[in-house]
Protein backbone atom coordinates (compact mmCIF):
# COMPACT_ATOMS: atom_id res chain seq x y z
CA UNK A 1 0.00 0.00 0.00
CA UNK A 2 1.43 3.25 -1.19
CA UNK A 3 -0.56 5.11 1.44
CA UNK A 4 1.53 6.77 4.49
CA UNK A 5 4.38 8.29 1.87
CA UNK A 6 2.54 11.03 0.77
CA UNK A 7 -0.74 12.90 2.71
CA UNK A 8 -4.19 11.90 1.64
CA UNK A 9 -7.38 12.17 3.08
CA UNK A 10 -9.62 9.50 2.84
CA UNK A 11 -11.68 10.64 -0.03
CA UNK A 12 -8.53 10.64 -2.14
CA UNK A 13 -7.59 7.16 -1.06
CA UNK A 14 -11.27 5.84 -1.76
CA UNK A 15 -10.70 7.95 -5.29
CA UNK A 16 -7.07 6.06 -5.54
CA UNK A 17 -8.58 3.11 -4.98
CA UNK A 18 -11.24 2.91 -7.57
CA UNK A 19 -9.49 4.75 -10.04
CA UNK A 20 -7.02 1.81 -10.14
CA UNK A 21 -9.79 -0.03 -11.20
CA UNK A 22 -11.75 1.95 -13.82
CA UNK A 23 -8.65 3.52 -15.36
CA UNK A 24 -10.24 3.15 -19.12
CA UNK A 25 -12.98 4.66 -18.31
CA UNK A 26 -12.98 7.42 -15.77
CA UNK A 27 -10.33 9.99 -14.48
CA UNK A 28 -9.27 10.63 -11.46
CA UNK A 29 -11.24 13.89 -11.04
CA UNK A 30 -13.91 11.92 -12.38
CA UNK A 31 -13.81 9.33 -9.56
CA UNK A 32 -13.18 11.94 -6.80
CA UNK A 33 -16.19 13.97 -8.02
CA UNK A 34 -18.59 11.29 -8.10
CA UNK A 35 -17.69 10.03 -4.29
CA UNK A 36 -20.25 10.81 -1.45
CA UNK A 37 -19.77 10.90 2.50
CA UNK A 38 -22.37 8.08 3.44
CA UNK A 39 -25.47 9.73 6.13
CA UNK A 40 -24.92 7.56 8.41
CA UNK A 41 -21.24 5.80 10.12
CA UNK A 42 -22.95 2.32 9.65
CA UNK A 43 -22.64 2.70 5.41
CA UNK A 44 -18.63 3.81 6.26
CA UNK A 45 -16.80 7.08 5.88
CA UNK A 46 -17.21 7.17 2.13
CA UNK A 47 -19.33 5.99 -0.89
CA UNK A 48 -18.66 5.38 -4.36
CA UNK A 49 -22.24 5.14 -6.48
CA UNK A 50 -21.70 3.03 -9.70
CA UNK A 51 -24.42 4.45 -11.67
CA UNK A 52 -21.87 6.54 -14.04
CA UNK A 53 -20.43 3.45 -14.97
CA UNK A 54 -23.05 1.55 -16.32
CA UNK A 55 -23.37 2.89 -19.75
CA UNK A 56 -19.83 1.95 -20.53
CA UNK A 57 -19.93 -1.30 -18.86
CA UNK A 58 -23.97 -1.99 -20.36
CA UNK A 59 -24.60 -4.03 -16.74
CA UNK A 60 -26.95 -3.24 -14.30
CA UNK A 61 -25.02 -1.10 -11.33
CA UNK A 62 -25.55 -3.07 -8.93
CA UNK A 63 -23.46 -5.60 -10.64
CA UNK A 64 -20.97 -3.23 -11.07
CA UNK A 65 -20.60 -2.20 -7.42
CA UNK A 66 -20.23 -5.85 -6.75
CA UNK A 67 -17.44 -6.70 -9.56
CA UNK A 68 -15.47 -3.69 -8.61
CA UNK A 69 -15.43 -4.48 -5.03
CA UNK A 70 -13.91 -7.56 -6.08
CA UNK A 71 -10.97 -6.23 -7.46
CA UNK A 72 -10.35 -2.95 -5.58
CA UNK A 73 -7.19 -3.52 -3.28
CA UNK A 74 -8.63 -3.63 -0.36
CA UNK A 75 -5.22 -2.61 2.03
CA UNK A 76 -6.58 0.39 2.98
CA UNK A 77 -10.39 -1.12 4.37
CA UNK A 78 -11.82 -2.67 6.87
CA UNK A 79 -14.35 -4.32 4.43
CA UNK A 80 -15.88 -2.69 1.32
CA UNK A 81 -19.66 -3.08 1.58
CA UNK A 82 -21.79 -3.57 -1.90
CA UNK A 83 -25.19 -1.94 -0.53
CA UNK A 84 -27.40 -1.94 -4.30
CA UNK A 85 -25.24 0.26 -6.50
CA UNK A 86 -23.22 1.56 -3.80
CA UNK A 87 -19.85 1.17 -3.38
CA UNK A 88 -19.29 1.63 0.81
CA UNK A 89 -15.82 2.20 1.92
CA UNK A 90 -14.75 1.45 5.45
CA UNK A 91 -11.40 2.75 6.30
CA UNK A 92 -8.73 0.60 7.99
CA UNK A 93 -8.17 2.11 11.63
CA UNK A 94 -4.56 1.22 11.86
CA UNK A 95 -3.51 2.43 8.04
CA UNK A 96 -5.56 6.12 8.94
CA UNK A 97 -4.38 6.43 12.23
CA UNK A 98 -0.73 5.82 11.62
CA UNK A 99 -0.66 8.04 8.43
CA UNK A 100 -2.06 10.57 10.69
CA UNK A 101 0.26 10.41 13.48
CA UNK A 102 3.34 9.91 11.17
CA UNK A 103 2.40 13.40 9.28
CA UNK A 104 1.73 15.45 12.45
CA UNK A 105 5.02 13.59 14.15
CA UNK A 106 6.85 14.92 10.92
CA UNK A 107 5.29 18.45 10.60
CA UNK A 108 3.73 19.54 13.82
CA UNK A 109 2.76 23.08 14.15
CA UNK A 110 2.92 23.33 10.47
CA UNK A 111 0.19 20.33 9.48
CA UNK A 112 -2.82 21.84 7.60
CA UNK A 113 -0.08 24.69 5.79
CA UNK A 114 -0.36 25.16 2.82
CA UNK A 115 0.89 28.06 -0.33
CA UNK A 116 -2.63 28.31 -2.09
CA UNK A 117 -2.28 31.91 -1.50
CA UNK A 118 0.97 32.76 -3.25
CA UNK A 119 1.88 35.11 -0.76
CA UNK A 120 -0.44 37.23 -2.29
CA UNK A 121 -1.55 40.36 0.34
CA UNK A 122 -4.76 40.73 1.38
CA UNK A 123 -5.39 43.49 3.33
CA UNK A 124 -7.42 43.58 6.50
CA UNK A 125 -9.42 46.86 7.53
CA UNK A 126 -10.18 45.61 11.35
CA UNK A 127 -10.52 47.09 14.78
CA UNK A 128 -11.05 51.04 13.37
CA UNK A 129 -12.48 52.41 16.89
CA UNK A 130 -12.94 55.95 17.06
CA UNK A 131 -11.02 58.78 18.90
CA UNK A 132 -12.04 59.58 22.31
CA UNK A 133 -14.51 56.94 22.38
CA UNK A 134 -13.68 54.22 24.54
CA UNK A 135 -13.19 50.92 22.15
CA UNK A 136 -16.64 48.97 22.50
CA UNK A 137 -17.28 45.36 22.30
CA UNK A 138 -18.38 45.37 18.68
CA UNK A 139 -15.02 46.97 18.11
CA UNK A 140 -13.24 43.88 20.04
CA UNK A 141 -15.29 41.52 18.10
CA UNK A 142 -13.32 42.91 15.25
CA UNK A 143 -9.90 43.25 16.37
CA UNK A 144 -9.81 39.34 17.64
CA UNK A 145 -12.08 37.92 14.47
CA UNK A 146 -9.48 40.52 11.62
CA UNK A 147 -6.44 38.74 13.97
CA UNK A 148 -7.67 35.21 13.21
CA UNK A 149 -8.47 35.63 9.67
CA UNK A 150 -5.22 37.22 9.24
CA UNK A 151 -3.50 34.08 11.06
CA UNK A 152 -5.86 31.49 9.27
CA UNK A 153 -4.59 33.09 5.53
CA UNK A 154 -0.74 33.11 6.29
CA UNK A 155 -1.23 29.75 7.05
CA UNK A 156 -2.19 28.90 3.63
CA UNK A 157 0.38 31.20 2.24
CA UNK A 158 -1.23 34.86 1.99
CA UNK A 159 0.51 37.72 2.89
CA UNK A 160 -1.92 39.83 5.36
CA UNK A 161 -1.77 43.32 6.00
CA UNK A 162 -3.66 44.43 9.17
CA UNK A 163 -5.01 48.00 8.71
CA UNK A 164 -6.61 49.95 11.60
CA UNK A 165 -8.99 52.19 9.73
CA UNK A 166 -9.10 54.70 12.87
CA UNK A 167 -12.41 57.27 13.21
CA UNK A 168 -10.06 60.00 13.77
CA UNK A 169 -12.54 62.47 11.98
CA UNK A 170 -15.57 63.86 11.98
CA UNK A 171 -18.09 66.90 13.30
CA UNK A 172 -17.97 65.13 16.75
CA UNK A 173 -14.59 66.58 17.16
CA UNK A 174 -16.35 69.85 17.08
CA UNK A 175 -18.42 68.67 19.75
CA UNK A 176 -15.61 67.81 21.77
CA UNK A 177 -13.31 70.63 21.19
CA UNK A 178 -16.21 72.85 22.63
CA UNK A 179 -17.42 70.51 25.35
CA UNK A 180 -13.38 70.34 26.19
CA UNK A 181 -12.99 74.21 26.76
CA UNK A 182 -16.39 74.76 28.56
CA UNK A 183 -15.83 72.21 31.07
CA UNK A 184 -12.75 70.17 30.36
CA UNK A 185 -9.07 70.28 32.29
CA UNK A 186 -5.77 69.00 30.87
CA UNK A 187 -4.96 66.63 33.48
CA UNK A 188 -8.22 65.18 33.82
CA UNK A 189 -7.76 64.06 29.99
CA UNK A 190 -3.99 63.22 31.00
CA UNK A 191 -5.46 60.90 34.03
CA UNK A 192 -7.77 58.68 32.24
CA UNK A 193 -7.99 60.15 28.54
CA UNK A 194 -11.02 58.26 27.48
CA UNK A 195 -13.12 58.31 30.18
CA UNK A 196 -12.74 62.10 30.41
CA UNK A 197 -13.22 62.69 26.75
CA UNK A 198 -16.41 60.11 27.02
CA UNK A 199 -17.97 61.96 29.78
CA UNK A 200 -17.24 65.34 27.92
CA UNK A 201 -18.80 64.17 24.88
CA UNK A 202 -21.71 62.66 26.75
CA UNK A 203 -21.96 65.64 28.84
CA UNK A 204 -22.59 67.97 25.20
CA UNK A 205 -25.34 66.00 24.20
CA UNK A 206 -26.79 66.55 27.29
CA UNK A 207 -26.64 69.80 27.74
CA UNK A 208 -27.07 70.65 23.61
CA UNK A 209 -30.23 69.16 24.30
CA UNK A 210 -31.72 71.93 26.23
CA UNK A 211 -28.72 74.60 24.47
CA UNK A 212 -29.13 73.67 20.38
CA UNK A 213 -26.93 76.65 20.26
CA UNK A 214 -24.15 74.23 21.45
CA UNK A 215 -24.31 72.15 17.72
CA UNK A 216 -23.96 75.32 15.98
CA UNK A 217 -20.56 76.32 18.27
CA UNK A 218 -19.15 72.35 17.62
CA UNK A 219 -19.86 73.13 13.95
CA UNK A 220 -18.08 76.37 13.77
CA UNK A 221 -14.79 74.34 15.44
CA UNK A 222 -15.39 71.73 13.32
CA UNK A 223 -15.14 74.34 10.22
CA UNK A 224 -11.71 75.33 11.78
CA UNK A 225 -10.51 71.76 12.43
CA UNK A 226 -10.93 71.55 8.48
CA UNK A 227 -9.54 74.57 7.79
CA UNK A 228 -6.33 73.49 10.12
CA UNK A 229 -6.62 76.16 12.44
CA UNK A 230 -3.93 76.05 15.13
CA UNK A 231 -5.59 76.00 18.25
CA UNK A 232 -8.45 73.27 16.64
CA UNK A 233 -5.57 70.70 14.94
CA UNK A 234 -3.47 71.16 18.22
CA UNK A 235 -6.64 69.78 20.58
CA UNK A 236 -7.60 66.95 17.60
CA UNK A 237 -3.98 66.13 17.55
CA UNK A 238 -3.66 65.47 21.59
CA UNK A 239 -7.36 64.08 21.54
CA UNK A 240 -5.81 61.21 19.10
CA UNK A 241 -2.53 60.79 20.70
CA UNK A 242 -4.02 60.21 24.14
CA UNK A 243 -6.75 58.03 22.57
CA UNK A 244 -4.16 56.05 20.89
CA UNK A 245 -1.98 55.52 23.85
CA UNK A 246 -5.52 53.71 25.88
CA UNK A 247 -6.13 51.91 22.80
CA UNK A 248 -2.77 50.21 22.55
CA UNK A 249 -2.97 49.17 26.04
CA UNK A 250 -6.19 47.14 25.31
CA UNK A 251 -3.88 46.12 21.38
CA UNK A 252 -1.13 45.15 23.87
CA UNK A 253 -3.11 42.22 26.36
CA UNK A 254 -4.86 41.01 23.20
CA UNK A 255 -1.40 40.60 21.86
CA UNK A 256 -2.75 42.35 18.02
CA UNK A 257 -0.59 44.77 15.95
CA UNK A 258 -0.99 45.88 12.92
CA UNK A 259 0.57 47.01 9.97
CA UNK A 260 -0.78 50.25 9.22
CA UNK A 261 -3.21 52.75 11.38
CA UNK A 262 -4.10 55.23 8.53
CA UNK A 263 -6.90 56.41 9.67
CA UNK A 264 -9.70 58.52 8.08
CA UNK A 265 -7.72 61.84 8.75
CA UNK A 266 -4.94 60.47 6.93
CA UNK A 267 -7.21 60.75 3.27
CA UNK A 268 -8.18 64.41 4.16
CA UNK A 269 -5.74 66.08 1.14
CA UNK A 270 -6.43 62.34 -0.78
CA UNK A 271 -10.02 62.58 -1.65
CA UNK A 272 -10.03 65.34 -3.95
CA UNK A 273 -8.39 62.76 -6.16
CA UNK A 274 -11.37 60.37 -5.87
CA UNK A 275 -13.93 63.12 -6.35
CA UNK A 276 -12.06 64.39 -9.73
CA UNK A 277 -12.06 60.76 -11.01
CA UNK A 278 -15.88 60.14 -10.46
CA UNK A 279 -16.42 63.97 -12.19
CA UNK A 280 -14.73 62.73 -14.94
CA UNK A 281 -16.50 59.54 -15.32
CA UNK A 282 -19.63 61.59 -15.27
CA UNK A 283 -20.97 60.09 -12.27
CA UNK A 284 -22.17 62.75 -9.85
CA UNK A 285 -25.13 64.40 -9.84
CA UNK A 286 -26.62 67.09 -8.02
CA UNK A 287 -28.98 66.49 -5.60
CA UNK A 288 -30.39 69.26 -3.32
CA UNK A 289 -27.03 70.82 -3.82
CA UNK A 290 -25.35 67.36 -2.42
CA UNK A 291 -23.29 65.34 -5.04
CA UNK A 292 -24.34 61.89 -5.45
CA UNK A 293 -23.37 58.51 -7.16
CA UNK A 294 -27.01 57.12 -8.46
CA UNK A 295 -27.02 53.32 -7.62
CA UNK A 296 -30.62 52.92 -8.75
CA UNK A 297 -29.26 49.97 -10.91
CA UNK A 298 -27.77 47.96 -7.95
CA UNK A 299 -30.96 48.19 -6.07
CA UNK A 300 -29.35 50.52 -3.28
CA UNK A 301 -29.45 54.03 -1.97
CA UNK A 302 -27.49 56.59 -3.50
CA UNK A 303 -23.89 57.18 -2.29
CA UNK A 304 -23.56 60.71 -1.24
CA UNK A 305 -20.19 61.81 -1.77
CA UNK A 306 -20.35 66.01 -0.72
CA UNK A 307 -22.73 67.56 1.28
CA UNK A 308 -24.27 70.42 0.17
CA UNK A 309 -21.38 72.47 2.15
CA UNK A 310 -18.59 70.73 0.73
CA UNK A 311 -18.37 68.22 3.17
CA UNK A 312 -16.83 64.84 2.94
CA UNK A 313 -17.99 61.84 3.98
CA UNK A 314 -17.47 58.05 5.32
CA UNK A 315 -18.08 56.57 2.24
CA UNK A 316 -15.86 59.67 0.22
CA UNK A 317 -12.81 58.29 2.85
CA UNK A 318 -13.79 54.84 2.45
CA UNK A 319 -13.60 55.26 -1.87
CA UNK A 320 -9.94 56.75 -1.43
CA UNK A 321 -8.89 54.41 0.97
CA UNK A 322 -9.73 51.76 -1.20
CA UNK A 323 -7.87 53.42 -3.83
CA UNK A 324 -4.54 53.79 -1.77
CA UNK A 325 -4.66 50.14 -0.83
CA UNK A 326 -4.52 48.84 -4.00
CA UNK A 327 -1.63 50.96 -5.06
CA UNK A 328 -0.30 50.84 -2.39
CA UNK A 329 -0.49 46.37 -1.84
CA UNK A 330 -1.99 45.14 -4.93
CA UNK A 331 -4.10 43.26 -2.88
CA UNK A 332 -5.57 40.29 -4.34
CA UNK A 333 -8.26 40.91 -1.63
CA UNK A 334 -9.02 43.48 0.62
CA UNK A 335 -11.29 42.53 3.88
CA UNK A 336 -13.31 44.65 5.63
CA UNK A 337 -13.73 43.51 9.14
CA UNK A 338 -16.79 45.13 10.39
CA UNK A 339 -20.54 45.05 12.05
CA UNK A 340 -23.36 43.68 9.99
CA UNK A 341 -25.05 47.35 10.41
CA UNK A 342 -22.46 48.45 7.89
CA UNK A 343 -23.08 46.28 5.10
CA UNK A 344 -25.04 48.57 3.26
CA UNK A 345 -22.22 50.72 3.58
CA UNK A 346 -20.01 48.22 2.26
CA UNK A 347 -22.60 47.38 -0.68
CA UNK A 348 -22.43 51.10 -2.11
CA UNK A 349 -18.85 51.22 -1.96
CA UNK A 350 -18.10 48.34 -4.08
CA UNK A 351 -20.67 49.49 -6.26
CA UNK A 352 -19.57 52.83 -6.66
CA UNK A 353 -15.95 51.41 -7.50
CA UNK A 354 -17.58 49.15 -9.75
CA UNK A 355 -19.10 52.15 -11.55
CA UNK A 356 -15.46 53.51 -11.80
CA UNK A 357 -14.80 50.52 -13.72
CA UNK A 358 -12.18 49.49 -11.24
CA UNK A 359 -12.01 45.41 -11.70
CA UNK A 360 -10.55 45.15 -8.19
CA UNK A 361 -13.54 46.04 -6.43
CA UNK A 362 -15.01 42.33 -7.09
CA UNK A 363 -12.08 41.21 -4.30
CA UNK A 364 -13.46 43.37 -1.56
CA UNK A 365 -15.42 41.63 1.31
CA UNK A 366 -17.39 42.81 4.03
CA UNK A 367 -17.04 40.11 6.85
CA UNK A 368 -19.65 41.57 8.87
CA UNK A 369 -20.29 40.10 12.22
CA UNK A 370 -23.37 40.38 14.94
CA UNK A 371 -24.01 42.66 18.09
CA UNK A 372 -22.87 41.85 21.54
CA UNK A 373 -25.80 42.77 23.41
CA UNK A 374 -25.78 43.29 27.55
CA UNK A 375 -28.96 41.65 29.06
CA UNK A 376 -30.24 41.74 25.38
CA UNK A 377 -29.32 45.65 24.84
CA UNK A 378 -27.37 47.12 22.60
CA UNK A 379 -24.02 48.94 24.22
CA UNK A 380 -24.38 52.67 23.13
CA UNK A 381 -21.60 55.40 23.72
CA UNK A 382 -24.01 58.16 23.46
CA UNK A 383 -25.55 57.48 26.71
CA UNK A 384 -22.24 56.23 28.30
CA UNK A 385 -23.65 52.91 28.51
CA UNK A 386 -20.57 50.91 28.01
CA UNK A 387 -18.76 48.39 28.93
CA UNK A 388 -15.52 48.96 28.63
CA UNK A 389 -12.95 46.73 27.26
CA UNK A 390 -10.05 47.28 29.61
CA UNK A 391 -12.14 46.77 32.34
CA UNK A 392 -13.92 43.00 31.03
CA UNK A 393 -9.98 42.44 30.32
CA UNK A 394 -8.80 42.35 33.54
CA UNK A 395 -11.90 40.90 35.19
CA UNK A 396 -11.61 38.23 32.76
CA UNK A 397 -7.99 37.96 33.77
CA UNK A 398 -9.13 37.92 38.36
CA UNK A 399 -11.65 35.18 37.73
CA UNK A 400 -8.78 33.27 35.93
CA UNK A 401 -6.53 33.66 38.48
CA UNK A 402 -9.51 32.54 41.33
CA UNK A 403 -9.99 29.19 39.55
CA UNK A 404 -6.11 28.69 38.89
CA UNK A 405 -5.32 29.56 42.80
CA UNK A 406 -8.23 26.37 43.47
CA UNK A 407 -7.23 24.12 40.85
CA UNK A 408 -2.72 24.60 40.91
CA UNK A 409 -1.91 26.44 43.79
CA UNK A 410 1.88 25.67 43.21
CA UNK A 411 1.67 26.83 39.72
CA UNK A 412 4.75 29.39 39.78
CA UNK A 413 3.34 31.25 36.76
CA UNK A 414 0.05 31.83 37.92
CA UNK A 415 -0.11 35.49 36.85
CA UNK A 416 1.12 34.75 33.29
CA UNK A 417 -0.97 32.06 33.18
CA UNK A 418 -4.36 34.08 34.15
CA UNK A 419 -3.44 36.72 32.00
CA UNK A 420 -3.53 33.93 29.09
CA UNK A 421 -6.55 31.99 30.15
CA UNK A 422 -8.18 35.03 30.95
CA UNK A 423 -7.56 37.18 28.14
CA UNK A 424 -8.11 33.43 26.05
CA UNK A 425 -11.38 33.29 26.87
CA UNK A 426 -12.53 36.39 26.23
CA UNK A 427 -11.04 35.93 22.89
CA UNK A 428 -12.28 32.58 22.21
CA UNK A 429 -16.05 33.48 23.49
CA UNK A 430 -15.99 35.87 20.80
CA UNK A 431 -15.10 33.21 17.82
CA UNK A 432 -16.46 30.52 18.88
CA UNK A 433 -20.17 31.14 17.42
CA UNK A 434 -20.45 31.98 13.75
CA UNK A 435 -19.52 35.75 13.18
CA UNK A 436 -22.98 36.55 12.15
CA UNK A 437 -24.56 35.57 15.20
CA UNK A 438 -26.10 37.85 17.84
CA UNK A 439 -24.65 37.12 21.88
CA UNK A 440 -25.17 38.37 25.15
CA UNK A 441 -21.89 38.95 27.30
CA UNK A 442 -21.80 37.22 30.15
CA UNK A 443 -18.22 37.37 32.08
CA UNK A 444 -19.16 34.08 34.37
CA UNK A 445 -19.76 31.99 31.62
CA UNK A 446 -16.87 33.42 29.36
CA UNK A 447 -14.48 31.82 32.05
CA UNK A 448 -15.77 28.63 32.83
CA UNK A 449 -13.36 25.54 32.72
CA UNK A 450 -16.13 23.70 31.95
CA UNK A 451 -18.18 23.78 28.52
CA UNK A 452 -17.10 25.33 25.15
CA UNK A 453 -14.93 27.49 26.31
CA UNK A 454 -11.64 28.70 25.55
CA UNK A 455 -10.34 27.60 29.28
CA UNK A 456 -11.56 24.13 28.58
CA UNK A 457 -9.59 23.51 25.84
CA UNK A 458 -6.51 25.03 27.10
CA UNK A 459 -7.07 23.08 30.12
CA UNK A 460 -7.70 19.89 28.02
CA UNK A 461 -3.89 20.90 26.08
CA UNK A 462 -2.20 21.29 29.11
CA UNK A 463 -3.71 18.08 31.00
CA UNK A 464 -2.60 16.02 27.85
CA UNK A 465 0.91 17.89 27.74
CA UNK A 466 1.09 16.56 31.44
CA UNK A 467 0.38 13.08 29.99
CA UNK A 468 3.41 13.29 28.14
CA UNK A 469 5.18 14.31 30.80
CA UNK A 470 4.65 11.91 32.76
CA UNK A 471 5.70 9.50 30.36
CA UNK A 472 9.20 11.27 29.35
CA UNK A 473 7.66 10.89 25.44
CA UNK A 474 8.86 12.17 22.79
CA UNK A 475 7.27 11.54 19.28
CA UNK A 476 9.17 9.41 16.60
CA UNK A 477 8.54 10.92 13.21
CA UNK A 478 10.01 7.56 11.84
CA UNK A 479 7.66 5.24 13.64
CA UNK A 480 5.06 3.56 13.08
CA UNK A 481 1.96 4.38 15.77
CA UNK A 482 -1.03 2.33 14.60
CA UNK A 483 -4.74 2.21 16.70
CA UNK A 484 -7.73 0.18 16.39
CA UNK A 485 -10.14 1.35 18.65
CA UNK A 486 -13.37 2.74 18.35
CA UNK A 487 -13.00 6.53 20.43
CA UNK A 488 -9.23 7.03 18.85
CA UNK A 489 -10.57 6.65 15.82
CA UNK A 490 -12.59 9.68 16.35
CA UNK A 491 -10.13 11.79 17.46
CA UNK A 492 -7.80 10.71 14.29
CA UNK A 493 -11.05 11.74 11.76
CA UNK A 494 -10.60 15.06 13.70
CA UNK A 495 -7.29 15.20 13.50
CA UNK A 496 -7.31 13.87 9.58
CA UNK A 497 -9.37 16.63 8.56
CA UNK A 498 -7.89 19.25 10.03
CA UNK A 499 -6.13 20.66 6.78
CA UNK A 500 -9.96 21.03 5.38
CA UNK A 501 -11.04 22.49 7.92
CA UNK A 502 -8.24 25.12 7.90
CA UNK A 503 -9.46 25.80 4.31
CA UNK A 504 -12.93 26.10 5.24
CA UNK A 505 -11.82 28.65 7.78
CA UNK A 506 -10.24 30.57 5.24
CA UNK A 507 -12.67 30.44 2.43
CA UNK A 508 -15.12 31.14 4.54
CA UNK A 509 -13.23 34.21 6.61
CA UNK A 510 -15.01 31.94 9.93
CA UNK A 511 -12.54 31.86 12.91
CA UNK A 512 -15.46 29.88 14.40
CA UNK A 513 -14.57 26.83 11.94
CA UNK A 514 -11.42 26.56 14.06
CA UNK A 515 -12.77 27.06 17.19
CA UNK A 516 -15.68 24.22 17.01
CA UNK A 517 -12.91 22.16 15.70
CA UNK A 518 -11.02 22.52 19.08
CA UNK A 519 -13.97 22.35 21.09
CA UNK A 520 -14.73 19.00 19.37
CA UNK A 521 -10.95 17.84 19.52
CA UNK A 522 -10.92 18.73 23.73
CA UNK A 523 -14.11 16.51 23.95
CA UNK A 524 -13.04 13.73 22.17
CA UNK A 525 -9.95 13.57 24.20
CA UNK A 526 -11.28 13.91 27.32
CA UNK A 527 -13.73 11.03 26.39
CA UNK A 528 -11.39 8.68 24.97
CA UNK A 529 -9.00 10.00 28.18
CA UNK A 530 -11.62 8.61 30.46
CA UNK A 531 -12.21 5.25 28.51
CA UNK A 532 -8.80 4.67 28.03
CA UNK A 533 -5.76 3.36 30.02
CA UNK A 534 -3.73 5.96 27.86
CA UNK A 535 0.04 4.85 30.25
CA UNK A 536 -0.68 1.68 30.84
CA UNK A 537 2.56 -1.16 29.60
CA UNK A 538 2.02 -2.80 26.25
CA UNK A 539 2.62 -2.70 22.62
CA UNK A 540 0.21 -0.02 21.99
CA UNK A 541 1.32 2.62 24.58
CA UNK A 542 3.57 4.71 22.27
CA UNK A 543 0.61 4.78 19.59
CA UNK A 544 -1.35 5.76 22.61
CA UNK A 545 1.23 8.99 23.73
CA UNK A 546 1.51 9.99 19.73
CA UNK A 547 -1.98 10.39 19.26
CA UNK A 548 -2.00 12.33 23.10
CA UNK A 549 1.07 14.50 21.57
CA UNK A 550 -1.07 14.88 18.22
CA UNK A 551 -4.18 16.44 20.06
CA UNK A 552 -1.80 18.67 21.52
CA UNK A 553 0.15 19.74 18.25
CA UNK A 554 -3.36 20.39 17.21
CA UNK A 555 -5.08 22.36 19.76
CA UNK A 556 -2.17 24.23 20.62
CA UNK A 557 -2.59 25.22 16.66
CA UNK A 558 -6.26 25.80 16.89
CA UNK A 559 -5.57 28.10 19.64
CA UNK A 560 -3.08 30.17 18.21
CA UNK A 561 -5.18 30.48 14.96
CA UNK A 562 -7.79 32.38 17.42
CA UNK A 563 -4.98 34.33 18.57
CA UNK A 564 -4.73 32.43 22.08
CA UNK A 565 -2.00 31.06 23.84
CA UNK A 566 -1.97 27.28 25.35
CA UNK A 567 0.04 27.37 28.17
CA UNK A 568 1.88 24.03 28.91
CA UNK A 569 0.12 23.32 32.69
CA UNK A 570 -2.51 25.68 34.31
N1 LIG B 1 -14.77 53.61 12.74
C1 LIG B 1 -15.88 52.88 12.23
C2 LIG B 1 -16.86 52.55 13.35
O1 LIG B 1 -16.47 52.46 14.49
C3 LIG B 1 -15.47 51.59 11.59
C4 LIG B 1 -14.58 51.75 10.39
C5 LIG B 1 -14.58 50.52 9.55
N2 LIG B 1 -13.70 50.59 8.43
C6 LIG B 1 -13.95 51.26 7.30
N3 LIG B 1 -13.05 51.25 6.37
N4 LIG B 1 -15.06 51.93 7.11
O2 LIG B 1 -18.03 52.37 13.08
Keep these: ?????????????????????????????????????????????????????????????????????????????????????????????????????????KEASQFGNSNIGNEGNVTIDMSSPNIAKPISMGHLRSTVIGNSISLILSKIGYQPIKINHLGDWGTQFGKLIVAYKKWGSEEKVKAEPINELLR?????????????????????????????????????????????????????????????????????????????????????????????VNLDKYDLNPALIKKSDGATLYITRDLSAALFRKREYNFVKSLYVVGNEQSGHFKQLKAVLKEMDFDWSDEMVHVPFGLITKDGKKLSTRKGKIVLLEEVLNEAKDLAFKQIEEKNPDLPNKEEVAHQVGVGAVIFHDLK??????????????????????????????????????????????????????????????????????????????????AKHSIRVAQAFNKYYAHTKVLVDDEEKDARLALVHAVTVILKEDLRLLGVHAPNKM
Excluded at 457 to 484: C, G, W
Design 200 to 292: LYVEFHEKAEEEPELNDEARAWFKKLEEDDEEALELWKWFRSESLKEFNKIYSMLEVEFDSYNGEAFYNDKMDEVVTMLEEKHLLQTSEGAEI
Design 433 to 514: NDRLNNFDFNLEEVVRFEGETGPYVQYTHARAMSILEKAAFTVDPEAVYALNDADSWEIIKLLQSYPEIVMQAADQYEPSVI
Design 1 to 105: NEIGGIWMNNQEIVAQAVFEVVKENLTLPEVERLLEKPKSVDHGDVAFPAFALAKVFRKAPQQIAAELAEKINPDAFEKIEVVGPYLNFFMKKEVISSMVLKQIA
